[in-house]
């Protein structure tokens, strides 16, 4: 593993991530990349390209940015800018092209054989998007973005194209709740691990979840 390379892709990042709240700050790369070790670990994946993708997978995040090119551009020119194989660089970059949730809404991993890099990253990046750290940072985006915490009578919107899913993050008409974001994306997750090792994690952070907004809706109503 260059070393040198991790600690300065690090600063990188945390400098890029700076003026994030806390939902994509560096705190989440910290975790991604963490259970994404592990992962990788446990897969047999190659560690040097997971924990790079895994550091650089939110640089100038589409929400964020507004350009959908943006993280795999800046990831590109980051790694060539230091020198790392060409080859090498390709397959980290096509794993932060293609790992977001609205990506696969859109059609980007059907009928391609991934590699094990790419499930391991993607598993730890949904991973940190659910369970208990994942209702925190639903809750800190949701705020971060002026968003109501709930509003009965507007019903999530479930099975989202890509066009309404990116669409539903700017709908200036219908509330962008977060508990509905639970519904529409975070209630997803679970069966779209890819790694066996992802999808024994992912049972209990769903769970985790389920409760949370079950208890949440009682509380509401005042019923608790």
Not at 43 to 55: H, K, M, P, Q, R
Not at 79 to 85: C, H, I, N, T
Not at 104 to 111: D, F, K, Y
Request: charged share 30%; proline share 3%.
């Amino acid at each position: 593993m260059p070393t040198e390379l991790i600690a300065r892709t690090e600063t990188f990042v945390q400098e890029q991530l700076a003026s994030c709240d806390g939902s994509h700050d560096w705190w989440h790369i910290h975790r991604v990349r963490a259970t994404a070790r592990g992962l990788a670990l446990e897969e047999g994946a190659d560690s040097e390209i997971v924990e790079l993708a895994a550091l650089l997978h939110d640089v100038k995040d589409w929400k964020y940015s507004g350009d959908p090119d943006a993280g795999a551009n800046a990831c590109a020119e980051w790694l060539q800018s230091q020198g790392y194989p060409t080859d090498r660089t390709e397959v980290i970059v096509d794993i932060v092209k293609n790992m977001g949730f609205k990506n696969e809404l859109g059609g980007s991993v059907a009928g391609r054989q991934l590699s094990v890099e790419f499930k391991c990253v993607q598993d730890a990046d949904r991973l940190d998007a659910i369970g208990a750290i994942g209702i925190g940072r639903t809750f800190c985006f949701g705020g971060a973005k002026k968003n109501p915490m709930h509003v009965p009578g507007v019903a999530p919107k479930v099975g989202l194209t890509m066009e309404e899913y990116v669409k539903s993050q700017s709908d200036k008409e219908r509330p962008n709740t977060t508990i509905n974001h639970f519904y529409e994306k975070l209630f997803t997750l679970k069966d779209k691990m890819k790694t066996a090792a992802g999808k024994r994690r992912a049972e209990r952070r769903h769970k985790t979840m389920e409760e949370f907004v079950e208890r949440f809706k009682r509380e509401w109503d005042g019923e608790e």
